[in-house]
């Protein structure tokens, strides 16, 4: 297994990934690409096709519907047709002239002429079985133009004996009277249908041609065996095509492409469906493919000798190096002399004997130095007490006790000792949010002591948040900055809100009613926080950092925040950061 661990292993097997990945995935995107292209050129070249051919069709049915007319050609007959009592001379002149109607179409297995009025059925075909088979009620026959008749039975396909046939349906209407005289039906074989058709498909590459009529898909005639069909999904259904596409499928387990037409002949629907096999179409890019693979491994044998001939030549001065090192970690610090040479390894050689004297002053050093600037962030909020609140917090206190000389006094000195004993305990790192709350209340207490009636202050936390553990120190900085920088500053009277969310995370949002924040003064703020320099200015800006550090180290990425600012209006700071797991409970010092 060491092979596994060798540089030399690793860049070989790298530089043939490089190689072979780029390779595979070009071929793959080669062959999809021209299998999809070479799809779209037959499927649009088939389609062309079966429109020459679905016009052929249709001139084929336009030739059976002047047959079933032929009839209005002989005045003598129709007159016959009209007679509601037929004689003898005139059944032998209806009889012959279906005789010669059938014999002057060679395709016309049977021709058949049912009176509506007699119920007198007057048939020639091939075999009398046939005509037995074929026998019709007259009750089916319509009683004027257009009753209880359509296209669905205007045209049929039947099986007479193992061959199936177009049966053609016509009423035989007495113009100008929509009276009808009875139906003419003629029975089509396949022989000029299948010579339409079959030149539309190769036989010997899989290739099958289908006539389909009727909604229901009725074939018609199919230009070799007889197919089983599937279609790939219930949205590739006939019912679903339109004019004209292609739906993927299978042909008796063949899988390929549907290529189809559709159209109509008075009303008649028409569909043509080509089968493609899948390696007809995917040949050419299969030809494609194969030539290309024949040239990457050509390539690819070059390559090997060429990577491992450069991975040997990387891999011994590394090797030397790694000896010095050893030696190095055995405390020698004499390490060998480079190899001279003028590339970057002959750079990284030099350079190493170079470092290798001030590797461990450095690397100490540099460790110290983090540590220190880690500590005096963490620290530095702590530590921070403003003067300039005790001052006025104390002579509130003081004109307080010379006007009420009241019991308030001891409340007001005991909430300023909690404040002062909280900030300058300096070993709790973090605390439980309902800690952090009573501080900034009692901080509150005594801002509003001092402004009177010209602070107001709501607070909002709901009760199973009390219990989360969150930095400390993390409220006063932003409360302070609101009613310093923002009430005290601006008109002097003003309204703080605390809000408290807890939801996917933990949200604290603060928010004052004072003068706001300048544009420019927040776009400084978020520059120190992304260089992360702690550079504030006189709007409480060092405080937010400071804030923002801490919280930035505890939660790294998770940690969110924002601020918006409309002067006497609104200005809000926003803290979101996630709960983490098992962070209730008490400090953590």
């Known amino acids: 297994m060491m092979y596994k661990k060798s540089l030399f292993f690793k860049l070989l097997v790298g530089m043939l990934i490089a190689v072979v990945v780029p390779f595979a995935l070009s071929n793959l995107i080669s062959y999809k690409t021209t299998s999809d292209s070479v799809e779209e050129q037959v499927i649009a070249l088939n389609q062309n096709t079966l429109d020459i051919g679905m016009d052929n069709v249709k001139r084929y049915l336009l030739n059976l519907t002047q047959l079933s007319v032929a009839f209005y050609n002989d005045q003598t007959l129709m007159s016959y047709l009209r007679s509601k009592e037929t004689a003898p001379y005139q059944m032998l002149y209806i009889t012959d002239k279906i005789s010669t109607l059938h014999n002057s179409y060679s395709e016309l297995k049977a021709v058949r002429y049912v009176s509506a009025a007699s119920g007198q059925t007057y048939m020639n075909s091939h075999s009398t079985l046939l005509e037995l088979s074929l026998q019709l009620s007259p009750s089916e026959i319509p009683k004027k133009e257009g009753e ?67 909604k229901q898909f009725e074939l018609l005639s199919a230009s070799g065996r007889e197919p089983g069909v599937e279609f790939d999904g219930p949205q590739s259904q006939p019912e679903y095509w339109g004019a004209r596409g292609y739906i993927k499928g299978k042909l008796d387990g063949q899988k390929g492409v549907f290529v189809y037409v559709q ?36 390539a690819l044998f070059f390559l090997i000798v060429f990577a491992s001939i450069l991975s040997y030549r990387t891999i011994v001065p590394i090797k030397r190096l790694l000896r010095n090192i050893v030696q190095l970690e055995s405390g020698n610090f004499r390490v060998r002399e480079t190899s001279g040479r003028m590339d970057e390894i002959g750079v990284l050689e030099q350079r190493f004997q170079t470092m290798v004297g001030r590797l461990d002053d450095l690397i100490n050093n540099e460790y110290r130095s983090r540590l220190e600037l880690t500590t005096a962030r963490l620290k530095m909020l702590q530590a921070q007490i403003n003067p300039h609140f ?40 973090t605390v439980r949010l309902q800690k952090e709350i009573e501080h900034i209340e009692h901080y509150l207490s005594l801002q509003t002591g001092r402004f009177r009636n010209k602070l107001s202050y709501t607070l909002s936390c709901p009760v199973e948040a009390l219990s989360i553990n969150v930095p400390k120190m993390i409220l006063q900085p932003l409360v302070e900055n609101s009613i310093i920088h923002g ?40 520059m120190s926080y992304e260089k992360r320099q702690l550079q504030g200015s006189d709007e409480g800006g060092i405080g937010l950092l400071n804030v923002l550090y801490r919280l930035h180290l505890s939660y790294g990425a998770d940690f969110e925040w924002e601020i918006s600012s409309i002067p006497y209006e609104a200005t809000v700071i926003t803290f979101r950061f996630p709960v983490e797991a098992g962070s209730e409970g008490g400090e953590r010092h």
Do not use: C
């Open 148 to 214: 209880n008749w359509d296209v669905s039975r205007g045209y049929e396909v039947m099986m007479l004996g193992e061959e199936r046939v177009l049966a053609f349906h016509k009423p035989l209407v007495d113009y100008p009277r929509p009276a009808v005289l009875g139906l003419v039906s003629l029975y089509v074989g396949q022989t000029e249908i299948s010579s339409i058709i079959r030149p539309l498909s190769d036989a010997q590459r899989g290739e099958e041609v289908f006539l389909y009529i009727q």
């Open 263 to 298: 159209d109509r002949y008075q009303n008649l629907p028409l569909s043509l469906v080509k089968f493609v096999p899948a390696e007809v179409i995917n040949e050419a890019a299969e030809r494609t493919l194969n030539f290309t693979l024949v040239l990457q491994l050509i």
């Open 390 to 429: 005790l001052y006025n917090a104390l002579q509130s206190i003081g004109t307080m006790a010379l006007r009420h000389r009241a019991d308030e006094i001891s409340d007001k000195i005991a909430e300023l000792g909690a404040i002062m004993r909280y900030s300058m305990d300096l070993k709790s790192e």
């Open 487 to 526: 009430i005290e500053r601006g008109k002097g009277t003003g309204t703080l809100h605390i809000g408290i969310e807890l939801g996917q995370g933990l949200v604290i949002r603060v928010m004052d009613t004072g003068k706001g924040i300048e544009p420019e003064v927040l776009e400084r703020i978020r």
